[in-house]
């Protein structure tokens, strides 16, 4: 007995991209919009310039933290930082009121000092040297040597603010370990 054969069907076999664009633009979508909220935690501050700077690439992200020095703006109005905003920024104009300058980690406001706990609605009810020593203990290469963490730092500072203000912070970051300390500066603009 032979098998019968049908008719022979010559199928012209396509693949159907429609479906793969669509696919793409949605991922495209989400990775923007992923991309978007991981900057909503730095505040709004105005780099210095540096005369020289080196600009690292980041591969890892995830293993640096952000503290952001900024002049807060939403309660009570400093009219010398006001001034300073409208002339475009001098260095002899300063704000030197330490209650106007917040320290912002993570996207959560800390008092200067780093004993004070953080309060507000967003609060997480530590204080910056609290917090610091957490984000210090994440990398500890020796969990019994509390002297010393591999995590990265990285201070941004507002350039109309005064310098006293980013070294409590540098001063809270050696009383819990890190050392690793970057400082974001912006670059100048060709003349």
């Known amino acids: 007995m032979s098998a019968k054969k049908g008719p022979s069907i010559d199928e012209n076999v396509q693949l159907n991209l429609v479906p793969m664009v669509d696919i793409m633009f949605l991922l495209l979508l989400f990775f923007m919009l992923g991309a978007d909220m991981g900057h909503r935690e730095l505040e709004d501050v105005k780099l210095p310039e540096a005369d020289v700077?080196?600009?690292?690439?980041?591969?890892?992200?995830?293993?640096?933290?952000?503290?952001?020095?900024?002049?807060?703006?939403?309660?009570?109005?400093?009219?010398?930082?006001?001034?300073?905003?409208?002339?475009?920024?001098?260095?002899?104009?300063?704000?030197?009121?330490?209650?106007?300058?917040?320290?912002g980690i993570r996207g959560i406001d800390y008092p200067l000092d780093g004993v004070t706990k953080s309060a507000g609605p967003n609060s997480d009810g530590l204080s910056m040297k609290e917090k610091l020593f957490m984000e210090a203990e994440s990398n500890r290469p020796d969990p019994n040597n509390k002297t010393l963490s591999e995590r990265r730092l990285q201070i941004r500072g507002d350039e109309a603010g005064p310098y006293g203000v980013v070294q409590r912070v540098m001063n809270t970051c050696a009383e819990v370990g890190i050392y690793k300390i970057e400082i974001g500066a912006a670059t100048k603009a060709p003349e």
Do not use: F
């Open 53 to 103: 700077s080196s600009v690292k690439e980041d591969t890892t992200p995830d293993e640096r933290t952000t503290v952001n020095v900024y002049h807060e703006t939403r309660g009570a109005k400093c009219q010398v930082y006001e001034a300073l905003q409208k002339a475009g920024g001098t260095s002899s104009q300063i704000c030197r009121d330490m209650a106007h300058w917040k320290v």
